[in-house]
């Protein structure tokens, strides 16, 4: 121990062994009270500056050069600028070993603070959570990174940044229908398998010979192409496909290999951060709950002092602050407050019910071990589930969720819902399907395609309660599709329950 | 125990590669943003930092998103105060504040950032296509030029100082008491000559002494270096700005009717150029706008861009307005004098013989240089552009341009033609162009 009295650290100062020793003492007490299982750390300071830069190019240490990342850039930077927006005192990466960035700026107290939040909170939760154990692939990722980098600087020696950036572009638009929703992506292959794929594709672009086209085709051959129905084509090309940049790459006639590769790596990094995005909430509520939980040991504990607590409690607090709706402040509901309120309700419930949490919990309300029911729930769930499994009507109450619906044509909300014994049922289910990324995005698959034929590329988006594509952006992102594909694209617009279709939109309709 | 790395010493600028990807992107509209600030801001304006929104096209990002006034959804909201089911509330105006609309990109999109000093050089001078080292030069901040001053721990080998070195090794020496070369030769010395006398027990002791004493001293020097890195001293430069005078810039420009937008802009972008250069030669640099129609007067800058009078044009009342303000507030022993003027060639038949003589008795021996520009039409610019022949200003003025070597026009029609004016200006060498200066 430092001093004499006892404390981890005093003062505002750190140096790299009172961090050390801070990561140590917390993640003893983190294993021992709470059960925790983590990856090793890593730990990086980092200045402002480069925080910056790892927000503008999406979180990621590193990352491949493309115009959007500069965009952003300059955006973060003016709100940082004009004091809109704090950074993040740090940023955590999924990656084995987990990877924690910690601002230079911060002090002693925050720097301890951020160890329990990120270090062991989000660390455990990316080493646990389902989604994240069988979706990403936390060893790999960090040399993916690398060599995607790599791969496109050559892309752009070889190719030309414009004609990089275009792939770049059109695969950005698509990142969202960019991964498997519903069944998991091969893992990533390593840098040695991937190595054999290029080559033997280098060597085939060598060795292509424009004499073999002209050979005559075989007589059975083409009967059967000519057989070739609708069903068996959708067979063939295992459609529909929900994952629009993995059936281009595979499929589209017109890619060069390179460009294959390139959306490769986009449609990889989009994989890579959709459980990140269906566990928002679980995740910082998580990492806030373990915060909150070990400083208030370590100060039990007389190891954190009194001064340092506070400038932590303080911190807690503005993170966790949540406004009401009708508060100019308002910007959502906040994941971090939403996350620790649900997690402390849990411990609350297992260890002191009310009979009313009885009534709605009768498997957790009072089972007195709220440390394995807490850690049970972030193994197994998403936000959606979580919240449609957890949130209690106490927490309805205390937080006065209502639901307000919304339909296009009325001038007018309506209060569907509100906290009472007949709302808690419907608004905890309007509130856990709002974070049910799958059905919040739009439904966009490919559903044919005739290869031998015009080529033309059929897209279906399937309407939910009437909710349409914004037109702009729609047709500038089918243009985008139109440039991997090559052919015509067209989508159509299709009513999910009735199956009537709404309207037709095609590439040919929209022009350059 | 955690692994600990320091990145804070890492390179910075991590994404400059993406700001560039970017401005080059947006380069088209940013510089049409660019030319417009030029357009309503000062002349003095165009060489600083420009705040600029963001530019609409080729910056979006689209995606496919859900249109948000169309179909019905539901918000969950906290902090009910006092609703209750089926309470109607009205909905907020276009657009709709409420809940977590996705409404962020687009905020997104709509921001000023600033662009540096530099990137905005580059976007002004994309079409006046300067050559690069023109460029460079107006580009650069100031000159600097290395001057002795003390001498310092750290150098390169080239700019080692051998006497302080030296003096410093020295000094070194004596205080370790580095045994010196006449000291070991003596003991050497002492050693041969008794080992060439008799042996007795006595003096083997002695000569076992002296060995010991020879060794002794030995280390000792190799110990001690003679030099040591600590004594290296270097001599130590400081760049200092290379001195600069006073400039001022006038701009004389005809604002009759036949002078419009095209006109004026293009006038105000040779204008810029020019306060550009001297701005990076001169330490200060003052611009006098003179405008006239059949008379002269001095205006401000706004006017002299904005307002348009009605009258004929005497080209040399702008001259004597100009030589009287010469003589008035700035004595040509004390600043250089610079001219621009443009104008679209319209003169008083009788005036051009006014204005040869204006200029070779009087204002050409002030000036450092005088440049002219004839606005055309750009249809014009196909039948002047290759003849001596045109208006009578260009007649009387190519005659001037014969007996002055500062004295440069040309006939414009875009703004890439406008360099030219300014070649031999810009071709001098600084050391040349030092010798012409006065005063300062």
Redesign the interface.
Known sequence: MASKSGLLFSGSDWD?RT??RA??TIEAVATEELHLDVY????????S??M??AY??VGMPLMY???????????Q??LYRKGGRGLAYELVINSN?CIV?LM?ENTMALQALVTAHA?LGHNHFFKNNYLFRQWTDAGAILSYLDFAKGYIARCEERHG?DAV?EIL?AA??????GVFRYHRPPKLSSEKQREGIRERLEYEERSYNDLWRTLPPSKDGTKVRETDTMTERKKSLKLPEENLLYFLEKNSLILEPWQREVIRIVRVIAQYFYPQRQTQVMNEGCATFVHYTLMNLLFDRGLIGEGAMLEILRNHSNVIF??????PR????NPYALGLDMMQDIQRISTAPTAEDRDWFPDIAGNGDWRQTLLDAWANHRDESFIRQYLSPTLIRK??????????ND??????????E??YES?RA??A??YDIGASR?D?QVVDVDLLGDRHLRLQ?K????????????D??LR?IRKLWGYEVSMVAVDAQTGATLHERSTSQIGE | MPIFIDRRLNPKDKSLGNRQRFLRRAREELKRTIRDQIRTGKIADVDAEHAVSMPARGTGEPSFNDARNSGSRQHVLPGNKHFAPGDRLPKPGQGGGMGSAPGRTESEDDFRFVLSREEVLDLFFEDLELPDMVKLNLKEILAFKPRRAGFAATGSPTNINVGRTMRNSHGRRIALRRPKQEAVDAVAQEIATLEAKPQNAEMRQRIVALQEELERLERRRKRIAFVDPVDIRFNRFDAQPVPNANAVMFCLMDVSGSMGEREKDLAKRFFVLLHLFLKRRYDRTEVVFIRHTHEAQEVDEETFFYNTQSGGTVVSTALEEMHRIVEQRYPSREWNIYVAQASDGDNFVTDSERCIALLDEQIMRLCQYFAYVEILDERESHIFGATDNGTSLWRAYSAVKLRWSNFQMSRIATAADIYPVFRQLFARQPGYQKSGERGG
Do not use: C
């Open positions: 790299f961090l050390s990561y140590e090793p750390v890593q730990m990086e300071i980092i200045s500056e480069q910056l830069d503008s190019s050069r493309h115009w959007s990342f500069g965009k952003h850039y300059l955006y930077e003016l070993p960035y230079e270090a940044v950036e572009d950005h638009a698509l990142m969202e229908q949540q406004p009401g709706f009708d508060d308002f910007s959502g509901i937080w006065r969720f209502f639901v307000l619906a919304d339909a296009a001038p007018h909300y309506e209060v569907a819902s509100i906290h009472n007949r709302g608004v309007a509130l399907h709002s739009p966009i988006h309407v939910k309660d009437g909710i349409v594509l914004e037109g702009g952006s729609r500038a992102t985008h």
